[in-house]
């Protein structure tokens, strides 16, 4: 079952390279993966320089994106007034398209790293808002009342019930806040970048260099995957009594 994946991305991979090699499309519509993997080879130190920019902006930004959302989500699940506060607010933030407010960011905060940072963490904090603030309101009632019945603190009741009830769903909104990431760096880049996958695929793009341009979608592809295996791994490690029952 496991090989399913790896299968059919092979096949997809022979039927691509038969048709970019004997079909009608023209190399610099569609080039074969062998040329993008060659190219990949040729271009490694520029695709591993903008590698390293891209991944600093997603963790930097990611990071920053949790913190904002688990600070919302506390008060909003603690408190219904700040819920009915914040929440359209958090909402509305939503409804504004990331690459809109982008120059806006750059005018702000100039051209270096922290634009996209900013934008990585817009992308991010949203999904980790929502899933930690309905973890954290969704306990069981009744076990709240039993430890306050045996005069547990708030805190306590934070640590020992409503945290890891929260942590699932917690790890839910890390799994879409990290593929959000890298969207969220790629699309800062385009607004004003020297540097990262992100602007390697502008210039390739502006230069018709489709083989430089798949190998840097190839790299955030495998970027992005990579991350998202981690997020998962951590939770499997941290929350093995989640995924038993999954796993059985």
Known sequence: QRLLPFAFI?????IWEAAARWGSVPAYILPAPTDIAAR???????????????????LIGFVLGVAL???????IAYSTTVRNTLYPLIVASQAVPKIAIAPLLVLWLGFDIWPKVAVTALMVFFPVTVTTAEGLSSVDRNLIDLLRSVSATQTQIF????????????FSGLKVGITLA????VVGEWMGADSGLGYLLTYANTMLDSTLLFAALFLLVALGVLLFV?????????LPWHHGGQDA
């Open 10 to 14: 092979g096949a997809v991979l022979l």
């Open 69 to 75: 959302g688990v600070g919302l989500a506390i008060p």
């Open 182 to 185: 890298v969207v969220g760096a």
């Open 230 to 238: 981690l997020v998962d791994v951590a939770e499997r490690l941290l």
């Open 159 to 170: 640590l020992r019930i409503r945290v890891p009830h929260a942590l699932p769903h917690i």
């Open 40 to 58: 990949l080879v040729e271009s490694w130190a520029i695709l591993w320089d903008a590698l390293l920019v891209t991944t600093a902006e997603i």
